[in-house]
Each structure stands twice: as C-alpha cells, then as structure tokens.
C-alpha cells in the first residue's frame, strides 16, 4: 500500500530535550516536506526536501533541522524543543511523475511540549 | 509569495443539503495546481479534488465540484447531497509548477453536518 509513514503519532515532552519525528514513504516520491499545523493558521510548510542530500527553508524553519540521506526518508529534528512549538506536525511527499501535483500526507504527528 | 484565504471559519449544513466553502488566493501567476483537501477528525489529510489553472473546465468527484473563476482568483467547493461523514476541517491550498515543493493553505473551514 502507498503510504506516508510518521512516528510517533503522539509525543509529550518536555523543554529542551532533544528529539526526532521520523517520516517514512513508499512511493519513491522524490520530494518531501514537513508542516506544522495551528489553530486559524492552516499549514505552514518547515523545511522541504528536493531529493537526497537537497534540504531548504520553508515559511518557519526557526528551531527545526531535518536530514535526507534516503530518498524514502525526512526526519524532523527539534534539537531543544520550546512550548511554541507545541503542534500538530505533518510529513508529505510528492511526485511530478505523470503531472500528479498533490502531496501525499501522513497521519500526523502530535507534539506538546512543556 | 502567494496566499490563500478561506473566509468562513465554521459552515453547517443539513444532511442531503448543498453547501459551498468558499476560498480564494493571490498570484500573479498564470499557471498553478489548486487543491481541496479534508481532514476528519482522525487528522488524516486527503485530497477530495484537484483543479489545474490551465484548464476551463470544473473538475468534479462525485458530490464534490469546484467553482473556478480564474479571472476573479477563486476556488469555491460545492458539496451536493451531504452526509455526516462529510464533517471535517477543509483546507484550500494552491501550487505553483514552478517550485514542486511549494504548497500554500488556507486557514481551514470547519463543516458541520447536522442529521
């Protein structure tokens, strides 16, 4: 089955310790992404990834690194997680193979951190 | 950079009724992908319809069609016959073809369907 894989689906922690939400895809997509959900914000994209070893900046990159050394894996990495990036985290990937443009989703990932 | 805006933070409708989301977004491009995706509350994003700028025609899938004034910038999603599994969050969302990874959302319309 074609999926987007995210783990974990929930994550409680607290401030300053570090941590990994791993982003997992079947498709052989070649480009991936990271979102943050909030409230009356929709999605904002965090980092976005072009193909292996091509990482870039989205609309809110502050306080996340990411990492693409496998086409099928994203990791996003908070190094010392803060209360403001409490949120409902999403990994997506994308092919333009066939002139499909959609992005494929996750689950989905939710973070507090205290 | 483009947006997108959903107007209408909360909608209801009876169940069997019709009811649009509304969306519209700011380009100053000629060629783009739109998108309507839902999310129910089990969080899962899915596409429920696409529309490519460069086409006239509405796309449908089932009870579910798009307004698309291109002229005007919107991009309007017309439920037909609702049903309680229709409740959701609906995100409009735009891509440009001109950087694959660049996708823009709307702040989301929460739909109530009322039995």
């Known amino acids: 089955e074609a999926q987007v894989t995210q783990n974990p689906r929930y994550l409680i922690t607290v401030t300053g310790k570090k941590l990994t939400v791993t982003c997992s895809q079947n498709?052989?997509?070649?480009?991936m992404s990271w979102y943050r959900q909030d409230p009356g914000l929709g999605l904002r994209q965090i980092y976005y990834?072009?193909?292996?070893?091509?990482?870039d900046k989205g609309d809110v990159p502050e306080g996340y690194k990411v990492s693409r050394k496998e086409k099928r894996n994203f990791p996003l990495i908070l190094e010392s997680p803060s209360p403001n990036q409490t949120s409902l985290y999403f990994c997506?990937?994308?092919?333009?193979?066939?002139?499909?443009?959609?992005?494929?989703f996750g689950p989905g990932t939710r973070l507090t951190v205290t | 950079a483009q947006t997108v805006t959903q107007s209408q933070p909360e909608m209801s409708v009876q169940e069997a009724e019709t009811v649009t989301l509304s969306c519209t977004y700011d380009?100053?491009?000629?060629?783009?992908?739109l998108f309507w995706y839902k999310q129910p509350p089990s969080r899962q994003m899915i596409l429920v319809i696409r529309?490519?700028?460069?086409?006239?025609q509405n796309a449908t899938e089932n009870r579910f069609s798009v307004n698309f004034q291109k002229a005007a910038k919107s991009f309007s999603l017309k439920i037909s016959d609702s049903q309680l599994g229709d409740a959701a969050m609906y995100f409009c969302?735009?891509?440009?073809?001109?950087?694959?990874?660049?996708?823009?959302f709307g702040a989301g319309t929460r739909l109530t369907v009322k039995p």
């Open positions: 997506a990937s994308s092919s333009v193979a066939g002139g499909i443009y959609e992005q494929y």
């Open positions: 498709m052989n997509h070649e480009y």
């Open positions: 990834s072009m193909n292996v070893e091509v990482t």
């Open positions: 380009t100053s491009e000629s060629d783009y992908y």
């Open positions: 529309q490519e700028a460069y086409k006239q």
């Open positions: 969302a735009y891509r440009t073809p001109y950087n694959n990874n660049d996708m823009r």
